[in-house]
Each structure stands twice: as C-alpha cells, then as structure tokens.
C-alpha cells in the first residue's frame, strides 16, 4: 500500500518537466500527462499547477498548455511574477527588470523609474554580459540592494537539453554584490502557501508533484506537505541519493502518480 497517497484533498503540480518538456514548437507533453490533469479533474481532487515559469506571461503560458491538449486556466496558476508585482507594490519598490522579452508584459502596471531594486527571471538570451553587468550596476549602487530572484533553479530541461536556470546568475549578482536574493517562487515557502490557500487545503492533505528534487519536493516538505518526484525532465539518477531531500515517493512519471493516488480515494 502506497502511505504516501493516503488522504488527500488537493494537489500541487509542477509543469515543466512534469507535463510537458519545453523546447521549440511549443515543446511536447509528457506520455500520459494530458490525461492524467483530466482524471485529476474528473477526481474532485483540488488542484494548483505551481510553476516558476518565467520566459512569459501566465496567459501566454496557459495558451501554449492549451495548445498541447491540457485542461488548463490561468485562475489555477500559481506563478512567481503576480508574487512579485504585489511585493513591490506593498513595498514601493521600482524594479531594474532582468527578464525575458516575453514575461515584461505582467510588470506594465509597476513604476519602473529611478530603480531601488532588481528583479531577475529566467531571462534565456537576455543573459549577457552587458545586461547582467547593468543589473550588477544598479544593485552596487545601492546603499542596500535589493535583488529578487523569480525562482532559484539551477538547471531545467528542453527537448535538445538541459538549459541553465535562473538560479545560476542569481548567484553571480549576489556573489559580486555581497548580498543575499529574495526568491519569489519555488522553493520559497511563501509561495507554497500561497498555492495551499488559492486551493483552500491544508499542507497536510496536499501532494506536491514535480521534477526537481530540492526546489520542488523539498521546498514542498519544509511546508508540511508530501513531496513526490518524477523521473521526467530534469530528474536525474543521482538525485536518488540526494544528502537532504528525501522524496515521499518515485515515480515514473505523472501519470503513474495519479494510478496510484486514485487507487487511495
């Protein structure tokens, strides 16, 4: 019997990696992931799709899931950049954005004039080293910097591979400005929290599913919540061994999760 899937009202649902790898074209689902959201719906099971997507708005994410064949909308997203906005809105901060073309859109309401602060995504080819020096500019000119990081990922995987994440530049503007990041997003438990409550489920009946063994079941863990790794898109043998974080379970992949979730109710 599978301890692990006992009474449980809601899940949390990485998606890079867990429903589909991304890449060009829009990337490709994951065998049996289309159908396993359906039978998560079908289910009653409460559900939230946790992502630290950053190359582009929730809409415009959700659209491509759409286009893959998911039962997706934004209202069931829970995304680092609306984290972000309201942070820097309830601090009056104004951001140097080091982001991707495509995720500018959801900061359009903010005040981006005379920056006290800088916000880092997972920027693709706008990491070069002209933009991440005018990053570094800004925060060293600070009395006290503030960098807020979209996440804190070190790697993830697209269909030709794996790509370097967010988390990877993140450390090279704190290391330079001798300073320690705020993440807004996955594994920062703030944000767990604030998927826990959009689903109106307590840590203690949720399941968190995803890829990335220390970002995603640990983070999940540190709330209280069972942890679950796939072993699909960024999943490595090695992370079977990891020093700290030790899943609930494996699993193949999605699909499997949710046989076994079901078998539960």
């Not at 286009?67 to 809105?89: M, N, Q």
């Not at 920056?115 to 990053?135: K, M, S």
């Not at 960098?147 to 790697?155: C, D, Q, T, V």
């Not at 307590?202 to 790794?229: E, F, K, T, W």
């Amino acid at each position: 019997m599978a301890a692990w899937a006992r009474a449980v009202r809601g899940l949390l649902l990485d998606v890079s990696g867990v429903l589909y790898d991304s890449g060009d074209g829009g990337g490709v689902p994951i065998a049996g992931s289309v159908e396993a959201v359906s039978r998560i719906k079908a289910s009653g099971l409460k559900l939230r799709f946790c992502t630290n997507e950053t190359q582009a708005t929730r809409e415009k994410f959700v659209k491509k899931l759409q286009g893959l064949g998911f039962d997706i909308s934004v209202a069931e997203v829970t995304a680092p950049a609306p984290a972000a906005c309201r942070i820097l809105k309830e601090r009056n901060l104004r951001p140097h954005l080091l982001v991707h073309d495509d995720l500018v859109p959801e900061f359009a309401g903010i005040d981006k004039a005379n920056p006290n602060c800088v916000i880092i995504g997972d920027a693709a080819e706008n990491f070069t080293y002209a933009n991440l020096n005018e990053a570094f500019r800004v925060l060293i000119g600070m009395e006290k910097p503030v960098l807020i990081s979209l996440g804190r990922g070190r790697y993830y995987k697209e269909t030709d591979g794996l790509k370097l994440d967010v988390g990877a530049y993140m450390k090279a503007l704190e290391y330079a400005c001798d300073i320690e990041a705020e993440v807004v997003g996955k594994p920062a438990g703030m944000f767990f929290e604030s998927a826990l409550a959009e689903m109106g489920v307590p840590a203690q009946q949720a399941i968190m599913i995803g890829d990335d063994i220390v970002n995603d079941v640990g983070g999940a863990q540190r709330c209280g919540m069972r942890g679950v790794q796939v072993r699909t898109g960024k999943y490595r043998p090695s992370d079977e061994n990891h020093p700290h974080v030790k899943p609930d379970a494996y699993v193949n992949n999605l699909a499997e999760a949710i046989d076994v979730i079901l078998q539960q109710m």
